[in-house]
């Protein structure tokens, strides 16, 4: 069963800091990965999606990497501002045949980012 | 519309009723998901569907969960009996592919408290 855990589970910095968190997943047999925010009482906004084959994705601040057969992901926040501030989910879409589609998440990692 | 629609936002049933809760997916998304996010960012994956079909419904408690979706009505997810451990904000996905290639589009969710 693939289990995927984020790294830090919190993260509070100073306005302006570049960030690292991490995501590592127990089988590499993927499809893609996608890295989501969540804010208080809402739901998932999509912001980055890697396919297996690719090695990283950019928009705007933000850049994922992606080492499938170590299963590791990182996602890099440039210069973070108080907007920032959300928790980040790395989800995991198995390639294990019947079970495409179906997304394992992490934990998250929930960054405060204060002025 | 380019939004998951789910309604209600917030549902409170006593324990032992009926709940029912709705998802419209977004207009030409043939893939519709189910989870259910219990405790803090624990996300469970629960059922999917192409259009009308089940296509995975591993993640199912079958013995009080049941899913929908017909033609030209929202999905739904129903719960007979209602336990406390079934406490959980409820999200549903769409896509217009089950590989989530062009991502998957999250509603905001409905909150079920059962007391």
């Known amino acids: 069963k693939q289990e995927v855990t984020q790294i830090p589970a919190a993260l509070s910095v100073p306005e302006g800091e570049n960030l690292v968190l991490n995501c590592s997943f127990t089988?590499?047999?993927?499809?893609?990965l996608q890295w989501f925010r969540q804010d208080p009482g809402k739901g998932l906004t999509s912001l980055l999606l890697?396919?297996?084959?690719?090695r990283e994705q950019t928009s705007g601040r933000l850049n994922a990497s992606l080492d499938k057969s170590s299963g590791r992901s990182t996602l890099y926040i440039a210069a973070s501002q108080p907007g920032d501030s959300a928790t980040y989910l790395c989800?995991?879409?198995?390639?294990?045949?019947?079970?495409?589609?179906?997304?394992?998440f992490g934990r998250g990692t929930q960054l405060t980012v204060w002025p | 519309g380019e939004e998951v629609a789910q309604t209600p936002k917030h549902l409170v049933r006593g324990e032992g009723q009926k709940a029912k809760l709705y998802c419209a997916p977004i207009?030409?998304?043939?893939?519709v998901f189910w989870y259910q996010q219990v405790l803090k960012n624990e996300f469970k994956f629960l059922i999917s569907?192409?259009?009308?079909?089940?296509?995975?419904e591993t993640g199912m408690p079958k013995e009080r969960f049941s899913a929908k979706c017909l033609p030209n009505s929202p999905c739904s997810l129903e719960i007979q009996a209602t336990k406390l451990e079934d406490s959980a904000v409820y999200f549903c996905?769409?896509?217009?592919?089950?590989?989530?290639?062009?991502?998957?589009?999250f509603g905001s969710g409905t909150r079920l408290t059962v007391v």
């Open positions: 996905a769409s896509s217009p592919l089950r590989s989530g290639d062009n991502g998957y589009t």
């Open positions: 089988d590499s047999a993927i499809y893609n």
């Open positions: 569907f192409q259009n009308e079909n089940v296509f995975d």
């Open positions: 207009k030409g998304h043939s893939y």
């Open positions: 890697i396919q297996s084959s690719q």
């Open positions: 989800a995991v879409n198995s390639d294990r045949g019947s079970t495409l589609g179906r997304l394992y």
